[in-house]
């Protein structure tokens, strides 16, 4: 009897086991399309993408690049938390502040060197279209958001728009999702760069 | 005595593998193989906690990702001095190159 018993527990020790390895508890597009995915046991996670500047990332983490990585100007950086938690929230703002601010600041720099970039523009007309009476603060965020991943990814714009969207597209309300959309789709038509106009299309269509 | 030398086998292992997570990136595309996604990279490393959250730093499908796990609300702080910071760095690049 005994000996049954602890074969029983045995086998329910090795299931959670087992189990808790191959559970997908949450899952984000990196910006060259492949998928990060984070599996184990617990709650589900929610997941953010930024392309971070090295000097970001070494404030965010407490440690330097890893040495072996080619040089870029920024790092696709994906920052994980139980999707219960309080720090979920506390990191959706981050990223939506954070983003706006860099948009800000590439816009103001743009207008002080006089360069009509086309990327300031896409940005500056995404922060315009911000109070838009459907809007909601969310949706100016993950508008602002899919702008910055095209404009900071000139190799491929579309790839990053998509992932941000994607990401973006499981926190919005239907009636935002549209709202973003009809943005992205204004945007595009008043991006010059088509690269740029090309990827806010993909994005939008990303949301449906 | 053996319940208690059976709990300390199970309880550690069952609580190590709760506290534990694998970040794995794979490519959208199957193996032609074996039909299923690529693994292309795959860390170990803690699960995000209650008041903690994880970094990763990904440089691209040939090289394994840096995996920060126990970052807290402090480090949101700091990456958001960070963004303020760069986005000042623009400016007075600006200006000074004007």
């Known amino acids: 009897m005994w000996k049954l018993r602890r074969r029983a527990l045995s086998i329910l020790a090795v299931a959670v086991i087992v189990s808790g390895c191959g559970h997908t508890l949450g899952q984000a597009t990196l910006t060259d399309g492949n998928v990060l995915l984070v599996q184990g046991q617990g709650s589900d996670v929610s997941t953010q993408v930024q392309c971070l500047t090295p000097d970001t990332i070494t404030k965010l983490t407490g440690s330097n690049i890893s040495p072996g990585a080619p040089k870029q100007d920024c790092y696709t950086v994906v920052s994980i938390s139980a999707k219960s938690s309080n720090i979920s929230n506390a990191i959706t703002q ?43 603060p969310a949706t100016a965020g993950v508008v602002s958001a899919i702008v910055s991943a095209a404009v900071s990814n000139p190799a491929n714009p579309t790839g990053a728009a998509q992932a941000a969207a994607s990401n973006a ?36 269509g990303q949301l449906q | 005595m053996k319940k208690l030398r059976l709990m300390l086998v199970f309880v550690p292992l069952i609580l190590c593998a709760c506290s534990t997570a694998q970040y794995v990136v794979e490519s959208p595309t199957p193996d032609p193989v074996t039909g299923k996604p690529k693994v292309l990279q795959s860390v ?42 760069d986005a000042l760095n623009l400016v007075q690049k600006a200006l000074l190159t004007k």
């Open chain 1, 94 to 136: 981050y990223v939506q502040q954070s983003t706006q601010l860099q948009a800000q600041g590439s816009l103001i720099a743009s207008a002080v060197a006089g360069k009509a970039a086309p990327a300031a523009a896409a940005v500056s007309a995404a922060t315009a279209a911000a109070p838009a009476p459907a809007a909601s």
């Open chain 2, 44 to 85: 170990t490393s803690n699960a995000p906690g209650g008041d903690s959250f994880v970094i990763v730093v990904y440089y691209g499908s040939a090289i394994t990702p840096t995996v920060n796990a126990g970052a807290d609300s402090s480090a949101l702080v700091n990456a958001t001095a960070a963004a303020g910071q």
């Open chain 1, 169 to 204: 597209a499981p926190r919005l309300a239907p009636n935002a999702k549209s709202s973003a959309q009809q943005q992205l789709q204004n945007l595009s038509t008043t991006a010059s760069d088509p690269s740029i106009a090309g990827a806010l299309r993909a994005a939008a």
